[in-house]
């Protein structure tokens, strides 16, 4: 008999893998076959759109998990399809990053397209079943903050609206906040460790 709590690892496991598939390549399709279909470069727009002001390189790079070399050329590839601009850095060392208007048009429509696949994916829940989902996964989501050591932030990726991170109500930046003795974070300031 299968043991029921590896049944449902491995239907989550499967999910997470066919949501991971169809939200890439609906990134892919609406970066239009351009330097913003790559699931990494589509994570810096995303966050350079919904929540890092001009960040140094070194910023975006934290972000993303990248190495600084890896971190370099992501801005290269953005700033040769005129996604992206470079200006002066904070200390006249570095250098920050900004969206262009063609940019910031990429972005959104990546963020467009992550939405509504994933809202999709809802379709088939009803009001209260995906209020259910909502603790569920948010209670899962703060277990991995917990366990979480490193790497790209979780919040990559994310709308910092659609989540209610400035209104305490999202439950990923809570555990984070819990986790590190932070303050509640603010829409322009998620915390780097969620």
Partial sequence: MTDPLDHQANLLGAFALAMAD???AAVTAAGEGGAAGNPTAAAALSAL????????????????????????????????????????????????????????AAATRLSAARAATLRSALGALSATERSTLDNLI?????????????GAWLCRLCDLTACGRDTGQCQTA??????????????DQPDPRA
């Fill in 138 to 150: 948010g209670r899962m989501m703060a277990g991995v903050v917990e366990e979480k050591e490193g």
């Fill in 49 to 104: 759109l919904h929540f890092l002001d001009r960040p140094s390189i070194d910023q975006l790079r934290r972000v993303l998990g990248l190495t600084p070399s890896g971190a370099v050329r992501l801005v290269d590839r953005l700033a040769e399809a005129g996604l992206v601009t470079r200006g002066p850095g904070g200390d006249g060392r570095s250098r920050s990053v900004a969206l262009t208007p063609a940019g910031r």
């Fill in 22 to 24: 169809r939200t890439a």
């Fill in 174 to 187: 809570n555990a984070a906040a819990a986790k590190y003795g932070a303050a509640a974070t603010r829409r």
